[in-house]
């Protein structure tokens, strides 16, 4: 049973940071495809980051309104994604989810979490 589950939500102020964590189990993602989305209230969830694995070291993808100010990484040993997110603005505020892809190749995430809070007060 594959398992995903966001830690390291919160409230800070405007210009701070945060780190989220995604926690994996059931399987090794290592080498598979993992993202960040964002949903705020009233809004359509929306891509933030995404890693994955190639030969030459994981590539990374981000949206225009993150980049620069969010990194996306993973500690393959233990099997956790990560999101350090600096700079931090008042549009930031939503739930953050964590989602992986089943396969190299797949098209769409499969696997969710259920997501963590991030707000930022201005």
């Known amino acids: 049973q594959v398992q995903l589950v966001e830690s390291g939500g919160g409230l800070v102020q405007a210009g701070g940071s945060l780190r989220l964590s995604c926690a994996a189990s059931g399987r090794t993602f290592s080498r598979y495809a993992m993202g960040w989305f964002r949903q705020a209230p009233g809004k359509e969830r929306e891509f933030v980051a995404h890693i994955s694995w190639s030969w030459s070291g994981d590539r990374t993808v981000y949206a225009d309104s993150v980049k620069g100010r969010f990194i996306i990484s993973r500690d393959n040993a233990k099997n956790t994604l990560y999101l350090q997110m600096s700079t931090l603005k008042p549009e930031d505020t939503a739930v953050y989810y964590c989602?992986?892809?089943?396969?190299?190749?797949?098209?769409?995430?499969?696997?969710w979490g259920q997501g963590t809070q991030v707000t930022v007060s201005s």
């Open positions: 989602a992986a892809k089943s396969t190299i190749a797949a098209t769409s995430y499969d696997y």
